[in-house]
């Protein structure tokens, strides 16, 4: 016997497996001769010291021949001196086998678990189901990972599935991945060694077409992930059996799989202090943003088809590994705790996907010690409906050949099957999610949308002058939706003639998540309005980002390039044939029933002068075009039959978005009272894409911090995601970057920072959103940095990719929103123009680098090009420091300078929005103060024309200006000479707006609503628009007060709502409201009465008054009743010896109506 001095412990409780055992030899006989041959290596007297289980299994490959025994070794002490030789070995060499002969077979053993290991004998008298094969996580063991941290250490893939599953064969998987291994591979070599594996395990008839399910724990997800996209890939004429596991994979159970990166920082410093830079790549491939798998996710989610997806997410932090100082090695789980995968990594958002969330960390999650453990009875019950339903399905795909072909492959190609790959690829619920400003994805029917939408008169050509200010609308004015081509062929009259709409929209009004919503309803909501409206009017819709056209270089020019480019790009040759098919029926007299929704007109406007297949593709029959306000239509285009506007939210929708949004659902009830005092932050929130903006920061900002500007939202928010990506960079430590200042990390990020700055003002000077290689080489060489700019913009968060599945020199980059290239080139703007610089202007698409401009010359430039209108109110909004404030008044005096514009409603329209992003602070400084006071002077001039000119002809114009800040600028005399004088119902808008900026006029532009018989109409909505306001004055309250005997119930329900809602009535309004009761009806004396049910300590004279009438109420009038009992009740300072006689007399009276009686009690 070899015998060895221990230089090592054995394991407690270590399982081994051993290959090669005959599998002519009984299970009893297999386990006797193991014991034995183990037995034998041992000193006599140390052989108590072990105890052995060893159950046998069949060999997954070839069952009939050999038959595989796990054996657990379990010591019982380890102060014996000698050491068995094959633990020893594999203790030292975890990798390696030990080999022997057993019985003339030549047998091995090993605790590596490479390659497949059955775990379960199914049972015989029937056939077997399934195949469930489990794929363990990088830098864990195949076996030991999925084995409980309880005493009993039970694996229960082994121990408890097998009872639950006995007509399935239960499969691990392991292969080489050790952080000490000095391996090469990366996930597309695991791939391809899984692929043969099982191609080894399910190559006869039978085997071929058995369901397969996949239990997969974090990267070996990603492996799984990559194996699906291969097969899913595969011909059947190609490969058949590779064909044959896609057709037979059913569905799959994810823990933590990190679809978009993990936390490998701690394994990578670890790898880093070893060395071992081949480990550090296959690392690299699951790091966050990383290419292999944005490449991988969007080929995995477009095979998944009608597959089944369990996506299990950790809600603990997981302790990471620490380096001992002194010693120099690494301590497992001794570090901080830190998320592994978060659940935006571990969820798809896929349709046929269930999300569970366990409440373990990211190691514990698959690691189950009993049945009753919740992620076990919840991982069974999907298994279960896996077994149940699966077989019918795998059968239909194995005998529908039309069916077997994947996602990435063409079905045979029909246009019928062309028009399912778009609904069901190109439009899954995953690629039409909604993408949040802080990169947080939503589906579209869990997203909160407002769809507001106006008819715009046909007549105005133009849009609407003012493209910054969102006016909120009166419901009535709404349309919907899906009436919209109802509405078309009533204007037309005829139903049958072209369906040609325009939707303008200001810049984050939500333009594209009106498109993505209209491609939900029709493609996957057939219970939808919209769906059952448009379907029998269309066979198919095509939504087409129109920037999507820019960025081919040459430009795409003719319809098939474009379906190509669009939709079946990834299957190469049968794609072009299938997108050749499609025009041809799109473009024979059967395609009238194609509509096209072509989005983002603006983005492609300088090109429709030489671009003959945009004009084109914009004058087809059935379209809708988005765009945003300024952009002029040519005189190329075919006639619009409508056209329509996308508006802002209103006061009620912003506080519904508040209230339901996670981030500031919890602090509402704090927010709103802030926005009902600050009417300009407010107006900034009716844009969805500001009140996003707004709501992914206010968790970071304390209610005195909260911006009041545009530009303080943005600088917040950019401020977030620079930290996250200065952690996903390795710029800053986690814990630091929670508690760093926005300067320390600013310094932190200043070459990536300077990088956006320069793409994204030479973009905006250019007129381009699109970056290809040659612009970001030319950006770089402008800017003299040192980065990595393709790897630098794949990790930041402002930046999306065209296609991720393409190589980085064929990608081109776009700001994830265009207000993010906006505020970022004011940035770069404001930093030349402090430090007195020229800007570098970027002809991007050219290759070259124009001559610098100044930044006045810029101003003169593009200080009216509707482009710029964000960009100047950020420019203006970062110059708000005490040390700009010479620069601000700077640029204030180079907006003033010549040229200006001839009619000066563009120049006053420059100012008043400039004048929006000044904080409050700063007006009242001495040095901008004169600049402020000398901007309003002109303004009131201008309004005063405006004035005349409206009371001389009675066509509709325009609004002028943003009210709020016009409002905050004009005086009360000029607000109320304007109303006086052109105040009509078709100004419910701008009106609206003016109460609610400067509610000490709404007194006054009552009375004139009444003296000039206004409709009731008008003076609703002012009510509705100014209720939510707790202090308004006391002129305006007695307006309300009148009101509340109007005959239109409306009216006056809503003039006491705003009264009720007052924090303090003056005690004149307490008696007006005493004065009217008498005379008027049961309902008017309600909601007098109930403007005071919470008031507390009425003044007794005014007490006495109101008891006065209640001898008037007849005991039928419940409401008038129970109003007195809630005014009696919160009088905490009256007593009987301060009530009149007969007051008393009426009370006692009254207290004898038993429904008073129960009113008081209750």
Same mark, same amino acid.
């Given at each position: 016997?070899?015998?060895?001095?221990?230089?090592?412990?054995?394991?407690?409780?270590?399982?081994?497996?051993?290959?090669?055992?005959?599998?002519?030899?009984?299970?009893?006989?297999?386990?006797?001769?193991?014991?034995?041959?183990?037995?034998?290596?041992?000193?006599?007297?140390?052989?108590?010291?072990?105890?052995?289980?060893?159950?046998?299994?069949?060999?997954?490959?070839?069952?009939?021949?050999?038959?595989?025994?796990?054996?657990?070794?379990?010591?019982?002490?380890?102060?014996?001196?000698?050491?068995?030789?094959?633990?020893?070995?594999?203790?030292?060499?975890?990798?390696?086998?030990?080999?022997?002969?057993?019985?003339?077979?030549? $047998?091995?053993?090993?605790?590596?678990?490479?390659?497949?290991?059955?775990?379960?004998?199914?049972?015989?008298?029937?056939?077997?189901?399934?195949?469930?094969?489990?794929?363990?996580?990088?830098?864990?063991?195949?076996?030991?990972?999925?084995?409980?941290?309880?005493?009993?250490?039970?694996?229960?893939?082994?121990?408890?599935?097998?009872?639950?599953?006995?007509?399935?064969?239960?499969?691990?998987?392991?292969?080489?991945?050790?952080?000490?291994?000095?391996?090469?591979?990366?996930?597309?070599?695991?791939?391809?060694?899984?692929?043969?594996?099982?191609?080894?395990?399910?190559?006869?008839?039978?085997?071929?077409?058995?369901?397969?399910?996949?239990?997969?724990?974090?990267?070996?997800?990603?492996?799984?992930?990559?194996?699906?996209?291969?097969?899913?890939?595969?011909?059947?004429?190609?490969?058949?059996?590779?064909?044959?596991?896609?057709?037979?994979?059913?569905?799959?159970?994810?823990?933590?799989?990190?679809?978009?990166?993990?936390?490998?920082?701690?394994?990578?410093?670890?790898?880093?202090?070893?060395?071992?830079?081949?480990?550090?790549?296959?690392?690299?491939?699951?790091?966050?943003?990383?290419?292999?798998?944005?490449?991988?996710?969007?080929?995995?989610?477009?095979?998944?088809?009608?597959?089944?997806?369990?996506?299990?997410?950790?809600?603990?932090?997981?302790?990471?590994?620490?380096?001992?100082?002194?010693?120099?090695?690494?301590?497992?789980?001794?570090?901080?705790?830190?998320?592994?995968?978060?659940?935006?990594?571990?969820?798809?958002?896929?349709?046929?996907?269930?999300?569970?969330?366990?409440?373990?960390?990211?190691?514990?999650?698959?690691?189950?010690?009993?049945?009753?453990?919740?992620?076990?009875?919840?991982?069974?019950?999907?298994?279960?409906?896996?077994?149940?339903?699966?077989?019918?399905?795998?059968?239909?795909?194995?005998?529908?050949?039309?069916?077997?072909?994947?996602?990435?492959?063409?079905?045979?190609?029909?246009?019928?099957?062309?028009?399912?790959?778009?609904?069901?690829?190109?439009?899954?619920?995953?690629?039409?999610? $909604?993408?949040?400003?802080?990169?947080?994805?939503?589906?579209?029917?869990?997203?909160?949308?407002?769809?507001?939408?106006?008819?715009?008169?046909?007549?105005?050509?133009?849009?609407?002058?003012?493209?910054?200010?969102?006016?909120?609308?009166?419901?009535?004015?709404?349309?919907?939706?899906?009436?919209?081509?109802?509405?078309?062929?009533?204007?037309?009259?005829?139903?049958?003639?072209?369906?040609?709409?325009?939707?303008?929209?200001?810049?984050?009004?939500?333009?594209?998540?009106?498109?993505?919503?209209?491609?939900?309803?029709?493609?996957?909501?057939?219970?939808?309005?919209?769906?059952?409206?448009?379907?029998?009017?269309?066979?198919?819709?095509?939504?087409?980002?129109?920037?999507?056209?820019?960025?081919?270089?040459?430009?795409?020019?003719?319809?098939?390039?474009?379906?190509?480019?669009?939709?079946?790009?990834?299957?190469?040759?049968?794609?072009?044939?299938?997108?050749?098919?499609?025009?041809?029926?799109?473009?024979?007299?059967?395609?009238?029933?194609?509509?096209?929704?072509?989005?983002?007109?603006?983005?492609?406007?300088?090109?429709?002068?030489?671009?003959?297949?945009?004009?084109?593709?914009?004058?087809?029959?059935?379209?809708?075009?988005?765009?945003?306000?300024?952009?002029?239509?040519?005189?190329?285009?075919?006639?619009?039959?409508?056209?329509?506007?996308?508006?802002?939210?209103?006061?009620?929708?912003?506080?519904?978005?508040?209230?339901?949004?996670?981030?500031?659902?919890?602090?509402?009830?704090?927010?709103?009272?802030?926005?009902?005092?600050?009417?300009?932050?407010?107006?900034?929130?009716?844009?969805?894409?500001?009140?996003?903006?707004?709501?992914?920061?206010?968790?970071?900002?304390?209610?005195?911090?909260?911006?009041?500007?545009?530009?303080?939202?943005?600088?917040?928010?950019?401020?977030?995601?620079?930290?996250?990506?200065?952690?996903?960079?390795?710029?800053?430590?986690?814990?630091?970057?929670?508690?760093?200042?926005?300067?320390?990390?600013?310094?932190?990020?200043?070459?990536?920072?300077?990088?956006?700055?320069?793409?994204?003002?030479?973009?905006?000077?250019?007129?381009?959103?699109?970056?290809?290689?040659?612009?970001?080489?030319?950006?770089?060489?402008?800017?003299?940095?040192?980065?990595?700019?393709?790897?630098?913009?794949?990790?930041?968060?402002?930046?999306?990719?065209?296609?991720?599945?393409?190589?980085?020199?064929?990608?081109?980059?776009?700001?994830?929103?265009?207000?993010?290239?906006?505020?970022?080139?004011?940035?770069?703007?404001?930093?030349?123009?402090?430090?007195?610089?020229?800007?570098?202007?970027?002809?991007?698409?050219?290759?070259?680098?124009?001559?610098?401009?100044?930044?006045?010359?810029?101003?003169?430039?593009?200080?009216?090009?509707?482009?710029?209108?964000?960009?100047?109110?950020?420019?203006?909004?970062?110059?708000?420091?005490?040390?700009?404030?010479?620069?601000?008044?700077?640029?204030?005096?180079?907006?003033?300078?010549?040229?200006?514009?001839?009619?000066?409603?563009?120049?006053?329209?420059?100012?008043?929005?400039?004048?929006?992003?000044?904080?409050?602070?700063?007006?009242?400084?001495?040095?901008?103060?004169?600049?402020?006071?000398?901007?309003?002077?002109?303004?009131?001039?201008?309004?005063?024309?405006?004035?005349?000119?409206?009371?001389?002809?009675?066509?509709?114009?325009?609004?002028?200006?943003?009210?709020?800040?016009?409002?905050?600028?004009?005086?009360?005399?000029?607000?109320?000479?304007?109303?006086?004088?052109?105040?009509?119902?078709?100004?419910?808008?701008?009106?609206?707006?003016?109460?609610?900026?400067?509610?000490?006029?709404?007194?006054?532009?009552?009375?004139?609503?009444?003296?000039?018989?206004?409709?009731?109409?008008?003076?609703?909505?002012?009510?509705?628009?100014?209720?939510?306001?707790?202090?308004?004055?006391?002129?305006?309250?007695?307006?309300?007060?009148?009101?509340?005997?109007?005959?239109?119930?409306?009216?006056?329900?809503?003039?006491?709502?705003?009264?009720?809602?007052?924090?303090?009535?003056?005690?004149?309004?307490?008696?007006?409201?005493?004065?009217?009761?008498?005379?008027?009806?049961?309902?008017?004396?309600?909601?007098?009465?109930?403007?005071?049910?919470?008031?507390?300590?009425?003044?007794?004279?005014?007490?006495?008054?109101?008891?006065?009438?209640?001898?008037?109420?007849?005991?039928?009038?419940?409401?008038?009743?129970?109003?007195?009992?809630?005014?009696?009740?919160?009088?905490?300072?009256?007593?009987?010896?301060?009530?009149?006689?007969?007051?008393?007399?009426?009370?006692?009276?009254?207290?004898?109506?038993?429904?008073?009686?129960?009113?008081?009690?209750?």
């Amino acid at each position: 016997m070899s015998s060895l001095k221990r230089v090592m412990t054995v394991p407690k409780d270590t399982v081994y497996r051993v290959t090669g055992l005959p599998a002519s030899k009984t299970e009893d006989g297999l386990r006797t001769a193991i014991r034995a041959l183990i037995e034998e290596k041992l000193p006599e007297d140390e052989r108590h010291l072990i105890e052995l289980d060893v159950a046998i299994m069949p060999d997954c490959a070839k069952e009939n021949t050999w038959k595989v025994a796990l054996v657990k070794l379990l010591v019982q002490k380890q102060e014996h001196n000698e050491l068995l030789q094959f633990p020893y070995k594999l203790e030292s060499q975890p990798t390696g086998i030990w080999q022997t002969i057993l019985d003339g077979a030549e $047998i091995s053993f090993d605790r590596h678990f490479h390659g497949f290991t059955q775990l379960n004998t199914p049972k015989t008298d029937s056939s077997i189901n399934a195949d469930i094969v489990a794929i363990t996580g990088f830098s864990a063991h195949p076996y030991g990972s999925w084995r409980g941290k309880g005493e009993l250490r039970k694996m229960w893939l082994k121990d408890f599935l097998p009872e639950d599953f006995p007509y399935c064969r239960i499969l691990t998987y392991g292969y080489e991945s050790s952080l000490i291994n000095y391996g090469i591979s990366r996930t597309m070599d695991y791939s391809e060694m899984l692929i043969d594996e099982l191609k080894l395990i399910r190559n006869t008839e039978e085997t071929k077409k058995r369901p397969l399910f996949f239990i997969a724990h974090s990267y070996g997800g990603t492996i799984l992930g990559q194996y699906l996209s291969t097969a899913g890939a595969a011909s059947e004429e190609d490969d058949e059996l590779l064909s044959a596991l896609y057709k037979a994979t059913y569905g799959m159970l994810l823990f933590a799989v990190p679809h978009n990166g993990s936390n490998v920082s701690n394994m990578k410093e670890m790898v880093e202090d070893m060395g071992n830079g081949a480990r550090g790549e296959v690392l690299d491939d699951i790091s966050p943003r990383s290419s292999v798998l944005r490449q991988q996710r969007q080929a995995f989610a477009n095979a998944i088809e009608d597959r089944k997806i369990i996506s299990f997410y950790e809600q603990k932090q997981t302790r990471m590994n620490k380096k001992d100082l002194q010693s120099e090695k690494w301590i497992p789980r001794a570090g901080d705790y830190e998320t592994v995968v978060d659940i935006e990594s571990a969820v798809l958002y896929l349709p046929n996907e269930t999300k569970i969330a366990l409440n373990a960390d990211h190691s514990d999650m698959v690691k189950f010690d009993s049945e009753r453990d919740r992620g076990y009875r919840l991982g069974l019950e999907y298994l279960r409906k896996f077994e149940k339903d699966s077989k019918a399905v795998v059968a239909r795909r194995f005998n529908n050949v039309s069916t077997a072909s994947s996602s990435i492959r063409p079905y045979q190609s029909t246009v019928s099957e062309a028009d399912e790959y778009i609904r069901r690829k190109r439009y899954s619920l995953n690629n039409i999610k $909604i993408e949040r400003l802080c990169r947080s994805p939503l589906p579209v029917d869990q997203c909160y949308v407002s769809l507001a939408i106006l008819e715009r008169p046909t007549e105005r050509i133009q849009p609407p002058l003012d493209t910054s200010d969102s006016a909120e609308q009166p419901p009535s004015a709404s349309i919907d939706l899906a009436q919209i081509f109802e509405l078309l062929a009533k204007r037309n009259k005829c139903e049958t003639s072209k369906r040609r709409i325009i939707i303008y929209g200001q810049a984050g009004v939500g333009k594209t998540t009106l498109c993505k919503k209209i491609v939900h309803d029709f493609i996957h909501g057939k219970e939808s309005a919209l769906h059952q409206a448009w379907a029998p009017l269309f066979d198919r819709l095509l939504w087409v980002p129109l920037r999507n056209l820019k960025r081919k270089k040459p430009p795409v020019s003719n319809y098939e390039e474009m379906l190509y480019n669009e939709y079946f790009k990834v299957m190469g040759k049968n794609g072009q044939r299938l997108a050749e098919e499609l025009w041809e029926k799109i473009s024979s007299t059967e395609g009238d029933k194609t509509l096209f929704l072509l989005d983002g007109l603006d983005e492609v406007a300088y090109d429709l002068i030489n671009d003959d297949f945009l004009v084109d593709l914009l004058n087809n029959r059935n379209v809708i075009i988005t765009s945003r306000p300024y952009t002029q239509l040519p005189v190329s285009l075919d006639d619009i039959g409508l056209r329509l506007e996308t508006i802002g939210f209103g006061d009620d929708q912003i506080r519904q978005y508040i209230a339901q949004d996670s981030s500031t659902k919890a602090s509402a009830d704090a927010i709103f009272p802030l926005l009902d005092n600050r009417p300009t932050l407010l107006e900034l929130l009716r844009i969805p894409v500001q009140l996003d903006a707004f709501c992914s920061t206010i968790l970071s900002s304390s209610q005195n911090e909260i911006p009041e500007t545009l530009t303080g939202i943005y600088e917040a928010l950019v401020d977030k995601l620079l930290a996250k990506d200065a952690r996903r960079l390795d710029k800053i430590s986690p814990q630091v970057s929670h508690t760093a200042h926005a300067a320390k990390i600013d310094l932190q990020m200043k070459e990536e920072t300077s990088l956006i700055e320069c793409m994204a003002f030479s973009g905006l000077y250019a007129s381009a959103v699109d970056f290809n290689a040659q612009d970001r080489n030319e950006v770089i060489k402008a800017s003299s940095l040192k980065l990595a700019i393709d790897e630098t913009l794949g990790q930041l968060s402002f930046f999306k990719t065209s296609d991720p599945s393409l190589d980085a020199t064929q990608q081109t980059f776009h700001f994830l929103h265009m207000t993010y290239q906006e505020y970022f080139a004011a940035r770069y703007f404001v930093r030349q123009w402090r430090q007195g610089r020229k800007l570098s202007c970027i002809s991007i698409g050219m290759g070259t680098t124009h001559d610098c401009l100044t930044g006045r010359s810029l101003i003169r430039k593009r200080k009216y090009d509707p482009r710029y209108n964000i960009f100047w109110r950020f420019v203006i909004g970062l110059l708000q420091g005490h040390s700009d404030e010479p620069k601000l008044c700077q640029l204030f005096e180079a907006l003033e300078e010549e040229p200006r514009d001839i009619i000066g409603v563009q120049h006053l329209l420059l100012m008043v929005r400039s004048q929006q992003e000044v904080t409050s602070v700063r007006r009242e400084s001495p040095l901008f103060g004169e600049i402020y006071k000398k901007t309003k002077s002109p303004l009131e001039h201008w309004v005063k024309f405006w004035i005349k000119i409206r009371t001389q002809f009675h066509g509709k114009t325009t609004k002028p200006t943003p009210i709020s800040a016009l409002c905050e600028l004009l005086p009360d005399s000029l607000v109320i000479d304007a109303f006086r004088k052109v105040c009509r119902d078709d100004d419910h808008e701008f009106w609206g707006k003016v109460c609610k900026e400067r509610p000490e006029t709404l007194g006054t532009l009552f009375d004139l609503s009444s003296t000039r018989g206004t409709s009731n109409w008008l003076i609703t909505m002012n009510i509705n628009d100014i209720r939510s306001y707790r202090l308004i004055p006391e002129q305006a309250l007695k307006s309300f007060v009148k009101l509340l005997k109007s005959p239109d119930s409306a009216v006056a329900e809503k003039s006491h709502r705003a009264l009720q809602v007052q924090i303090q009535l003056p005690q004149s309004i307490l008696q007006d409201l005493a004065g009217l009761l008498h005379g008027s009806t049961h309902e008017s004396q309600h909601l007098m009465l109930s403007a005071l049910e919470w008031r507390e300590n009425i003044p007794e004279l005014v007490f006495h008054k109101h008891l006065a009438f209640v001898p008037l109420f007849p005991p039928s009038c419940n409401t008038c009743l129970q109003s007195v009992s809630h005014i009696l009740r919160r009088q905490s300072t009256l007593s009987k010896n301060s009530l009149p006689d007969f007051v008393l007399h009426d009370l006692i009276q009254l207290l004898r109506n038993p429904k008073f009686l129960t009113m008081s009690v209750t």
